[in-house]
């Protein structure tokens, strides 16, 4: 956006532009995750596991979802798992795809396996793009 732009558009106007919404769906259910076991066959799925809590959890994902908009994939879904309403998908999560629990933590799943996990500050968006 250049210094024109903001000289004759509205401070709400230039807030509007800059807004990106990271297109996160959330796992309430613990069958939600057979449903993205089988889309994950289709085209890779992320999983990020935050809990609310955490100061350094909501920094690591403020900085995802800052860094996914420069490099967000249409064919990618992002879900999302709230930790403190939802431990026991979490636990499953752990179980069904033999990644230990961890928080933050980022899961990628292609074809019904994990392809790449990580956690805290190793989570980075630029893996989420190469699968």
């Not at 796992?27 to 289709?42: A, C, R």
Request: charged letters at 35%; glycine letters at 2%; hydrophobic letters at 35%.
């Amino acid at each position: 956006m250049g210094i024109f732009d903001k000289v004759f558009k509205s401070q709400d106007e230039i807030s509007k532009e800059e807004i990106f919404e990271v297109p996160w769906h959330q796992i309430n259910e613990i069958s939600d995750l057979e449903k993205i076991e089988k889309e994950s066959e289709k085209h890779p799925v992320v999983i990020f596991k935050h809990s609310t809590r955490c100061g350094i959890s909501r920094m690591v994902l403020k900085q995802f979802e800052s860094d996914y908009k420069d490099h967000h994939k249409d064919d990618l879904k992002l879900y999302f798992l709230d930790l403190l309403n939802h431990r026991d998908i979490s636990n499953e999560i752990a179980k069904k795809f033999d990644v230990v629990h961890e928080s933050p933590q980022l899961i990628i799943l292609k074809n019904g396996k994990v392809v790449h996990h990580a956690s805290h500050h190793s989570i980075d968006v630029s893996k989420v793009t190469e699968y």
